[in-house]
């Protein structure tokens, strides 16, 4: 190249094929660059079909840089041509879709929602693309986390490219430098501009940004591999050939489908929960395509919750669980809600306007108290509500005989008792055949005026206690139960949680 085609610093300078350059520090930068690669090697790869950009990648003793993102591929590729007509023409080679990027280098590929083929011929169209597909998803950020997903035909392809210049340029340095993968080189190239076009930083964000590239299957493009091509390869690789040839890569017919995905960490949502029916469950419960139970506590409060965060979908978690026939009263039950890809996070007066609309509800099958956004060390707390704290039942209990005075003592002076329990029968079926210990805290008894066989019982108990074989005894698979300790049949009637205590 004569010295009038290099572009100088403060002018703008005719290039070759007619290409103008506007002469900053940068450009010229990457021209010299351009102008410094092994001739030969820059041949061959141009000849195999490897891109500009992937050129600079695979030989350049310069790091690669953003730089790159400026200069069209066609003022790379001109810069790049050695004037020799086997590398073919500028239009030719430029049009061809790159065998080791498959087109991500070369900002080409076909687009996953609109089903079109797109090419930019620098970041900037590239850039602002992705902008307008991030913020159609409606994300509520002011910083990003870039994550990038290649085919690992890329990665394939590659090896063999580098295989076959080791074998033919063995001794030159600029084989032994560390090559730049694909996808960090898109992230180079793609993101500072995208940081200024979002208005946000990069960093280790709980907002995603996946610019996901996936090959266009053989299938869908109506081609496939010959069964000489399959052996050939399969011949090269066993006999250990660096030869490359049209045969060594995977054929590259299209550029890949591209698509972004937006993807927020989970944000969670710490509360009370109150059942006041008793055809509630707690989570969502079908048997045989057929609903069990009017609703469920995890339907009622994820469903209120999850619009006001404008997420994908949520997880419901709680400290413990009761049946569907026991209602849970007094100080509430504690639970987490985990709200995925979440587009906002509420204010206190949105969350306070979702406790008002599920307690106003028509039919009041669940309540809510103290709903509130937290982070999500909240799992520590809610194991421990799960194995290490106490419960407090009140339960209706029918005995075969009628309560004595004698009974009332005999049941409140019982402190911290120890009793054994087997996995009960009605849970055996999904359920571990264990024994387990657990502790009666203290219990009293509450007379019902006019009914002596009744009578309701108080306890406190240790978290995991199963309160309804404790009663009846479960064909002698808890001892003591409270049969055994009347002396008679008892069976459960009803049964409400009144406390949780999570607190030491």
Same mark, same amino acid.
């Given at each position: 190249m004569s010295d009038e085609t290099v572009p100088a610093a403060g002018d703008s300078s005719v290039l070759v094929n007619g290409l103008v350059s506007h002469g900053d520090s940068k450009t010229r930068r990457v021209y010299e660059t351009a102008r410094s690669l092994h001739s030969g090697a820059v041949k061959d790869l141009l000849s195999l079909g490897v891109c500009e950009r992937c050129i600079f990648r695979l030989i350049a003793v310069e790091a690669f840089d953003s730089d790159l993102s400026s200069v069209s591929t066609s003022t790379l590729h001109s810069w790049l041509e050695s004037g020799d007509d086997e590398t073919g023409s500028s239009e030719s080679n430029c049009s061809r879709i790159c065998i080791v990027c498959l087109g991500i280098l070369q900002f080409v590929f076909s687009d996953a929602a609109e089903k079109k083929l797109v090419k930019s011929d620098t970041s900037s169209d590239y850039v602002a693309r992705v902008t307008d597909l991030v913020k159609q998803d409606l994300h509520d950020f002011d910083s990003f986390g870039l994550e990038v997903s290649v085919p690992s035909t890329i990665m394939d392809n590659e090896r063999a490219v580098l295989s076959y210049l080791k074998e033919k340029y063995s001794t030159e340095g600029w084989l032994q430098r560390d090559k730049i993968s694909v996808k960090d080189a898109l992230k180079v190239l793609i993101l500072d501009p995208l940081k200024a076009s979002l208005g946000a930083q990069s960093d280790s964000s709980s907002f995603h940004i996946r610019?996901?590239? %996936?090959?266009?299957?053989?299938?869908?493009?109506? #081609? %496939?591999?010959?069964?000489?091509?399959?052996?050939?390869?399969?011949?090269?690789?066993?006999?250990? %050939? =660096?030869?490359?040839?049209?045969?060594? !890569?995977?054929?590259?017919?299209?550029?890949?489908? !591209?698509?972004?995905?937006? =993807?927020?960490?989970?944000?969670?949502?710490?509360?009370?929960? !109150?059942?006041? &029916?008793?055809?509630?469950?707690? &989570? +969502?419960?079908?048997?045989?395509?057929? +609903?069990?139970?009017?609703?469920?506590?995890?339907?009622? @409060?994820?469903?209120?919750?999850?619009?006001?965060?404008?997420?994908?979908?949520? *997880?419901?978690?709680?400290?413990?669980?009761?049946?569907?026939?026991? +209602?849970?009263?007094? %100080?509430?039950?504690? !639970?987490?809600?985990?709200?995925? =890809?979440?587009?906002?996070?509420?204010?206190?007066?949105?969350? *306070?306007?979702?406790?008002?609309?599920?307690?106003?509800?028509?039919?009041?099958?669940?309540? #809510?108290?103290?709903? *509130?956004? /937290?982070? &999500?060390?909240?799992?520590?707390?809610?194991?421990?509500?799960?194995?290490?704290?106490?419960?407090?039942?009140?339960?209706? #209990?029918?005995?075969?005989?009628? @309560?004595?005075?004698?009974?009332?003592? &005999?049941?409140?002076?019982?402190?911290?008792?120890?009793?054994?329990?087997?996995?009960?029968?009605?849970?055996?079926?999904?359920?571990?055949?264990?024994?387990?210990? *657990?502790? /009666?805290?203290?219990?009293?008894?509450?007379?019902?005026?006019?009914?002596?066989?009744?009578?309701?019982?108080?306890?406190?108990?240790?978290?995991?206690?199963? /309160?309804?074989?404790?009663?009846h005894g479960d064909l002698g698979r808890t001892t003591p139960s409270m049969g055994s300790i009347l002396g008679c049949r008892a069976e459960i009637i009803q049964l409400d949680v009144t406390d949780v205590k999570m607190g030491d």
């Open positions: 610019l996901t590239y %996936s090959e266009a299957s053989d299938e869908a493009l109506g #081609v %496939s591999k010959t069964t000489h091509e399959s052996k050939r390869r399969k011949t090269d690789a066993e006999n250990g %050939s =660096n030869c490359t040839s049209e045969n060594s !890569f995977e054929k590259v017919y299209e550029p890949c489908i !591209f698509s972004v995905h937006c =993807n927020k960490m989970p944000i969670f949502f710490s509360g009370r929960y !109150f059942k006041y &029916s008793r055809n509630v469950s707690q &989570s +969502r419960w079908i048997i045989d395509d057929e +609903r069990m139970g009017e609703a469920s506590v995890e339907e009622i @409060l994820g469903g209120n919750i999850l619009p006001a965060c404008l997420g994908d979908s949520y *997880k419901f978690h709680a400290a413990g669980r009761e049946d569907i026939d026991v +209602r849970m009263l007094g %100080s509430g039950r504690p !639970f987490l809600i985990e709200v995925q =890809n979440s587009r906002q996070c509420p204010s206190e007066q949105s969350l *306070k306007e979702v406790e008002e609309k599920i307690n106003n509800s028509e039919k009041k099958l669940v309540g #809510v108290k103290d709903l *509130k956004c /937290i982070g &999500s060390q909240c799992w520590a707390m809610m194991r421990e509500g799960e194995a290490e704290k106490q419960k407090q039942y009140v339960a209706l #209990v029918w005995i075969a005989r009628p @309560l004595e005075e004698k009974d009332f003592n &005999s049941i409140s002076s019982l402190k911290e008792l120890k009793i054994l329990q087997k996995t009960p029968v009605r849970v055996l079926h999904r359920r571990s055949p264990l024994d387990r210990e *657990k502790i /009666i805290h203290w219990m009293n008894v509450e007379k019902i005026k006019g009914h002596s066989h009744y009578f309701l019982l108080h306890l406190c108990t240790q978290a995991g206690t199963y /309160i309804k074989e404790f009663v």
